[in-house]
C-alpha cells in the first residue's frame, strides 16, 4: 500500500471583477457546488468571493479553517 500519496481537496471559489455582477458569480458558484454534491464529489465550497487581490487572504484563511 501506497502511504505517500498526498489528499487532495477541491476547493470551489468564485471570482467577480468589475462589470461581473457579484449575485451572478455567488449564483453560479452555488449551482456547481449543488452538482458536485449529487455527484457526491469530495468539494469545499468557499463561501468568500473574490473581488479584490486582498480578497485572496480571506480565501486563504477560510480553507485553512
Not at 17 to 46: G, H, M, T, W
Request: glycine residues 2%; negative net charge.
Amino acid at each position: 500500500m501506497i502511504s505517500n500519496i498526498p489528499e487532495i481537496v477541491l476547493g470551489l471559489v468564485a471570482v467577480s471583477r468589475d462589470c461581473f455582477p457579484l449575485e451572478l458569480s455567488q449564483s453560479r458558484r452555488n449551482k456547481v457546488y449543488e452538482e458536485c454534491q449529487k455527484l457526491a464529489l469530495p468539494v469545499i465550497e468557499i463561501r468568500t468571493i473574490v473581488e479584490k487581490e486582498a480578497d485572496v487572504q480571506n480565501v486563504l484563511e477560510e480553507v485553512k479553517a
